[in-house]
């Protein structure tokens, strides 16, 4: 009778371990791919599509020489692009004839500017901000860079075009929520940049830059980064009308292939997926610019989800026979770009279908050390000295892959290519 | 007459010597500040640029504040704490061939309190004052 207790009591004792072990493991394998659970979640909601134009950085101007400039992960950034988007949402926008306005006087008021990670065309962010043009048409093909707010008698909004022309928000706002928006980054000590103008003495460089007055400037981590889950049948089989006809090839490299005949689509051995579906040629369904970047999005997020960090980082429109819009979409760590050789999410659309798309997001997995970056003057230095350059195009603190980790970098566009200075030790890097 | 030709053709060979060498004269512009700055903060940003490796010594009201080695860019930014009122913002530059060129400007703080936007009247007001 005893033994029999013991063993019972044993029994327990195990099944007790057993099902606490298994829960430990349910639950840490849940933890460990959050990030892609979160993904798949992202597929059940609409991406706006003003978050996937989001600035790459938003500049504050103090006045008096002072400024601030905010990344994407920065303090005040968030609040910055909503209270734009507030300010422009349903206002009429006119062109600005005869603006005399000009970037340094513009630096000099109280206010910010928001450049965007591309030049857009002003309809399409005219139909993003539910603006309205009114009578005065402004050509569609029109770009622009950058949204600037300024405090003058009240609130005066510009969106600042690629040719230097100027549409302006129709009637002018009231300053007071940008005054208090302004005042409460000044009072949160944030740090302090100043402007320099474009140099011509022993570099031509043709933008202006803006450099933190401090040597200290904010550490920045260098991380592990992991890539995307390999995709789940679920997620494979919404690229494909009727699953159960699809063929599966398993190619030599480890790559898997489905196809049905008319769509296809290759899961490499990393995770990375490209689909591809030909058109029929006589398929003409004619869309625009923003038709076709919201098809785009929203095909990503229903095929695998819409990754966090992600942004429109380039596009390419080729009009022949009909119309296609590649768009590129870049990833954001720490809130800086994460630039590389190879595409991360790419969407092709043509006549209102997706015929290619690429996917391959990397990300973060660990911080594996914080450094304090040199300053954006030390990296110029390096970079001239190593490469005797002339002429420099921009400069801007990114990410970059280097081996197994993720490692902040300056980077110089020149006219003989990309140099990237490692910002913990000033270093060049071949990439 | 080919006499005067030569001598003709050889006093044009000097005076254009003598150009590209005045125009040779070693470069350096001072962005900031700019004449008359108003601030209300404790420091003025001290920014320029110039040739590869000259030295840099910024002075305010005289007083040597900083000593800035300039790189291959040839840009350099630093801050200089001011006083209360006129403050001279003196930058020497030292080129590499021992060359040197001196460039001052005006900068005024306010006290905080004071309005900014009567601020061209005030530094009028100001200048008047220390004129007098």
């Known amino acids: 009778m005893k033994n029999r207790d013991s063993f019972l009591v044993l029994l327990l004792v195990a099944l007790v371990g057993t099902s606490l072990f298994l829960s430990g493991i349910t639950w840490w394998r849940l933890y460990s791919e959050n990030g892609d659970v979160q993904a798949e979640v992202s597929a059940l909601s609409v991406v706006d599509l003003a978050d996937v134009i989001t600035p790459d950085r938003v500049v504050l101007h103090f006045g008096q020489d002072m400024h601030s400039v905010l990344y994407p992960d920065t303090p005040f950034y968030g609040e910055a692009w909503d209270f734009a988007r507030k300010i422009l949402h349903g206002k009429e926008l006119v062109e600005v004839k005869n603006a005399n306005l000009d970037d340094e006087n513009l630096r000099q008021k109280v206010g910010m500017e928001l450049f965007f990670p591309v030049p857009l065309p002003v309809d399409f962010l005219t139909k993003v901000f539910n603006m309205n043009v009114g009578q005065q048409a402004i050509p569609h093909e029109r770009l622009v860079n950058s949204v600037t707010m300024i405090e003058e008698d009240g609130l005066s909004v510009f969106f600042k075009g690629s040719d230097g022309k100027f549409y302006g928000l129709k009637n002018r706002q009231s300053s007071f929520e940008l005054k208090q928006l302004l005042e409460r980054a000044r009072r949160e000590n944030l740090s302090v940049y100043i402007y320099l103008p474009p140099a011509k003495i022993n570099v031509e460089f043709e933008e202006g830059i803006y450099v933190p007055v401090s040597t200290m400037q904010d550490d920045l981590p260098v991380l592990a980064f992991k890539h995307e889950k390999t995709p789940s049948q679920s997620t494979i089989a919404q690229f494909f009308p009727d699953f159960s006809a699809t063929r599966k090839i398993e190619e030599k490299d480890g790559a898997v292939v489905y196809t049905d005949g008319n769509r296809g689509i290759r899961i490499y051995p990393n995770g990375a997926i490209e689909y591809s579906r030909p058109l029929p040629r006589e398929l003409k369904a004619g869309s625009d610019f923003y038709e076709a970047l919201k098809i785009a999005v929203n095909f990503i997020n229903t095929h695998g989800g819409w990754p966090n960090d992600v942004y429109l980082s380039g596009y390419k429109v080729v009009q022949n026979q009909r119309t296609s819009y590649t768009f590129n979409f870049g990833i954001r760590i720490n809130g800086l770009p994460l630039l590389s050789q190879s595409e991360y999410l790419t969407v092709t659309v043509e006549e209102n279908q997706v015929s290619r798309y690429f996917r391959n997001i990397v990300k973060e997995n660990k911080v594996l050390y914080k450094i304090q970056p040199i300053s954006p003057i030390q990296a110029l230095d390096t970079a001239i000295a190593i490469y005797n350059l002339k002429g420099i195009t921009s400069l801007e603190l990114s990410y970059l892959i280097s081996e197994d980790t993720l490692i902040p970098v300056w980077t110089i566009e020149s006219h003989s290519g990309r140099i990237f200075i490692n910002a913990k030790n000033g270093e060049a890097i071949n990439f | ?132």
């Open chain 2, 1 to 132: 007459m080919r006499r005067l030709i030569g001598i003709t053709a050889l006093s044009l060979c000097i005076v254009f010597l003598l150009f590209i060498m005045a125009d040779a004269k070693e470069e350096f512009v001072l962005n900031r500040p700019k004449e008359d700055f108003v601030t209300t903060q404790g420091y003025v940003i001290v920014s320029g640029e110039t040739v590869a490796d000259t030295s840099v010594v910024v002075l305010v009201n005289g007083e040597k504040k900083e000593t800035i080695r300039v790189g291959a860019s040839g840009l350099f930014v630093t801050q200089a704490d001011i006083e209360l009122g006129k403050n001279v913002i003196t930058v020497k530059v030292v080129f590499p061939s021992g060359e040197e060129e001196i460039v001052s400007r005006n900068v005024y703080r306010l006290d905080k309190d004071m309005n900014l936007k009567s601020l061209s009247s005030i530094i009028q007001a100001l200048k008047l004052l220390i004129l007098q």
